[in-house]
Each structure stands twice: as C-alpha cells, then as structure tokens.
T-cell receptor, first 114, second 113 residues
Framework: ETGVTQTPRHLVMGMTNKKSLKCEQH?????MYWYKQSAKKPLELMFV???????ENNSVPSRFSPECPNSSHLFLHLHTLQPEDSALYLC?????????????FGQGTRLTVV | GESVGLHLPTLSVQEGDNSIINCAYS??????FIWYKQESGKGPQFIID?????DKRQGQRVTVLLNKTVKHLSLQIAATQPGDSAVYFC????????????FGRGTSLIVHP
C-alpha cells in the first residue's frame, strides 16, 4: 500500500451516465494529480492540484471535471464520456509541486465506457 | 511526457541475468529523475531516484546511471528475478516553478525462469 487509495477499482459506465472517481491520501501531501493511462501510451497528466488549487490542466476535455475539497481528497467527475475515454485513471500525491520528491500512486480505477 | 521516451518497449531476460532499461530525455532543464515499476493491476511504485548533480546512484539490486551529456538515463537490475517482471517508467521533473512528473512510454520487462 502506498497510502493513496482510489475508489472504485473498476467502473463501467454508459456514455450518458455521470460518475465520480475518488482519491484519498493521508500522507500529509500538498499536491495531488490525476493521470490517464491508456494502452500503448505514456502516462498522461490530466490535472494537478497544489494546496487545493488547480495549477495545471493539460487540455483535458470538459467532460472530465476535477474537484479538490481539501488536501487529502481529490475527485474526478465524469459526464457524457466517450468509449475512447476507457482507460486506467491513476491518482498520485507528492509533498509539493516545488520539491524534488517522488509521487505516490494509487492502484487506479479501471474505467470502461460502453 | 513527450520529452521522455524509452528505447525498447519490451525486454526479455533470463532469471539471474542483469537487466538494463534505457530512457532518453530531451529537456536539459530536467534536474530530477525517478524510476517507477508498475506491476499488472497496480499503480506505479517508486524504485529509485537521482538528481542531476549525480551520475550514479545505487539501491538494493538496482543502479541508476545518468548521462547528462547525451540526456540518457538507465536502470540496471542485478540478478533479475521473476518478481521483477513489470513495466518500468522513467519520469523527469523539470526545474522551474513546478516540479510535475512527466513519464516516458514504459518498458515491459519479462523475466523467464
């Protein structure tokens, strides 16, 4: 266990559904990240939060909406997704975005859009 | 992510052999590098890191080498074991206002017993 917990582990949703992915860390970290991992592609950074403020949005479609209510929790709200959005969504945290420290990853949510 | 890439997508080795996984990066402003291991069904896990003021760092059975002249990073695994089978990613952090890890494509290491 890395200290970063993601739920659910698996999610199947229709294109008209609304769902949310949850990430939780109790490591005392101030930075949290969402990554998308598709087959045969590098890990793609989606969003970065530092001290609960979004500091990076890598041209992610608006059907993905992040929320960081506090430094321990990060959500990814999903709405009217496309089949090509099916992927492993990984949450990570680190001490801060201005430090040379490793990121700790959760186990990921395997999302299938049907 | 686009500035970090891996030379080989798959590496097959025999148990007991040494493994070398390579990574190229293009951003000379990168000053911190991390190797992650991702096993099937799990998130990436930290293996070892190196700062740009070093050219070699050793851990338990792993060594990371950094060649800043050619912007090349390698991970050496000694006496590779079946449990080492995984996808290995290198990540770089670019010096500046934010240190946000970006990842290469990953190399799949397959260890044959």
């Amino acid at each position: 266990e890395t200290g970063v917990t993601q739920t659910p582990r698996h999610l199947v949703m229709g294109m008209t559904n609304k769902k949310s992915l949850k990430c939780e860390q109790h490591l005392g970290h101030n930075a949290m990240y969402w990554y998308k991992q598709s087959a045969k592609k590098p890990l793609e950074l989606m969003f970065v939060y530092s001290l609960e403020e979004r500091v990076e949005n890598n041209s992610v479609p608006s059907r993905f909406s992040p929320e960081c209510p506090n430094s321990s929790h990060l959500f990814l709200h999903l709405h009217t997704l496309q089949p090509e959005d099916s992927a492993l969504y990984l949450c990570a945290s680190s001490q801060a975005t201005n430090l040379n420290t490793e990121a700790f990853f959760g186990q990921g949510t395997r999302l299938t859009v049907v | 992510g686009e500035s970090v890439g891996l030379h080989l997508p798959t590496l097959s080795v025999q148990e007991g052999d040494n493994s070398i996984i390579n990574c190229a990066y293009s951003n000379s402003a990168s000053d911190y590098f991390i190797w992650y291991k991702q096993e099937s069904g799990k998130g990436p896990q930290f293996i070892i890191d190196i700062r740009s003021n070093m050219d070699k760092r050793q851990g338990q059975r792993v060594t990371v080498l950094l060649n800043k002249t050619v912007k090349h990073l390698s991970l050496q695994i000694a006496a590779t074991q079946p449990g080492d089978s995984a996808v290995y990613f290198c990540a770089e952090r670019v010096a500046g206002g934010s240190y946000i890890p970006t990842f290469g494509r990953g190399t799949s290491l397959i260890v044959h017993p």
